[in-house]
Each structure stands twice: as structure tokens, then as C-alpha cells.
């Protein structure tokens, strides 16, 4: 099994997102599930890289060219997948991957989980998606979903397919327990 994360290429400001980072990629690495990431050194990435690899794990990267020419990727990976585009990395992330989960992070650690999520909606794969919500980061994100579908906007049933927790062995947990919803257009 591997897990795709996504998460901040910057530490935030507060120590407490680099340390959920790194028992993010001490829990994957503890229970022999690989890690399957952005492939950056830097940031919560590098932590969560570091972490999983510190514990024996698997660990692999995926990133463009573009970015690996600027000198940003981590070197000692288990394996880096170097790709030509944003989009061609996120595919191949998907492909890899057997569940998504985001770790706190900017505007692109949303888009990457967004897409994931929206994907699971459609049925383009069946793969659960969930946040590790350290410090009530998530907080914000899980009420906007609940009013996405109190408002009509979301079937209840995507709504409750994201799994929140503060603990990535939570998440993971729910993992495991995760049916998928009939795809949109397909719901009852």
C-alpha cells in the first residue's frame, strides 16, 4: 500500500505542522506503508520525507523537471519519478497512490487534494481522500463542506467521504474501513 501526501514546500510558522509531518512519515513508515509525495526537500515535504525515511520506510518523489532543475528535490529518496508538467506529476501521484491525505499547507495543497476528492466524486478513482487536521487547521474546510451540502451544493454522501482526524493512525485507520460512493451521475 502507498499513501500520497500532500503538504506544505514551507514550514508554516509554528513547530507543531513540521512535527505532524514527521509522525505523518513515522506512522507510514511504522506500519510498511510507502510514502508517495512532491519529492521536495524543503519544508513540511523535506520533514515528512526525512521522517519516513528515518524509519526505514519507502519513500518516493515525483516532480518536473523544471523544479528538479532548480535544485529542490530531495536526494535521498527511495525513488523520484521526474515528469514534464504540474499536471503530469499530480496524475502520476494518483497513479501510485492507493489514498490521499493533506497535511496543513498552502494554495496548492488544497488543489492537490481537491482534485483527488473531486476525482473520487466522479468515479475516476475509488480512493479515499483525508486531512490531518493538526492544530484545527481543517477546522475552516470541514464547515465550508458541511455547508456545501447543507446548502445543495454537494451530495451528503461525498460530504462524509473525507475523513478529518489529528491522527495520521486515525486516518489511516478509516483507510482501511473506506467504501467509495456510486460515482456522481450515478447516485440514487
Known amino acids: 500500500m502507498r499513501i500520497c501526501v500532500f503538504c506544505g ?5 509554528n513547530e507543531i505542522y513540521v512535527e505532524a509531518a514527521r509522525e505523518m512519515g513515522r506512522t507510514l513508515a511504522g506500519l510498511k506503508i510507502g510514502l ?21 520506510g519507502s519513500v518516493t518523489g515525483v516532480m518536473p523537471q523544471s523544479l528538479i532543475d532548480r535544485e529542490i528535490q530531495h536526494t535521498g529518496l527511495t525513488e523520484l519519478h521526474t515528469v ?20 496543513p499547507g498552502g494554495a496548492g495543497t488544497l488543489e492537490e487534494i481537491f482534485e483527488q476528492w473531486t476525482w473520487a466524486q466522479l ?28 446548502d445543495g451544493f454537494l451530495a451528503p454522501a461525498y460530504a462524509s467521504m473525507l475523513i478529518f482526524d489529528v491522527a495520521p493512525a486515525a486516518i489511516l485507520q478509516g483507510f482501511r474501513h473506506y467504501t467509495a460512493p456510486p460515482a456522481k451521475w450515478q447516485m440514487p
Do not use: Q, W
Request: proline share 3%; hydrophobic share 40%.
Open 123 to 150: 468515479g475516476i478513482h475509488r480512493k479515499p481522500c483525508g486531512f490531518l487536521n493538526t492544530n484545527g487547521y481543517f477546522d475552516p474546510l470541514r464547515k465550508m463542506v458541511e455547508r456545501m451540502a447543507g
Open 36 to 56: 508517495v509525495y512532491g519529492g521536495g526537500r524543503a519544508g513540511m515535504m523535506g520533514a515528512l520525507a526525512d521522517a519516513a525515511l528515518l524509519g526505514g
Open 84 to 103: 514534464a508538467s504540474m499536471h503530469e506529476r499530480k496524475t502520476r501521484m494518483a497513479e501510485l497512490a492507493d489514498g490521499f491525505i493533506a497535511l
Open 9 to 13: 514546500s514551507h514550514s508554516g510558522n
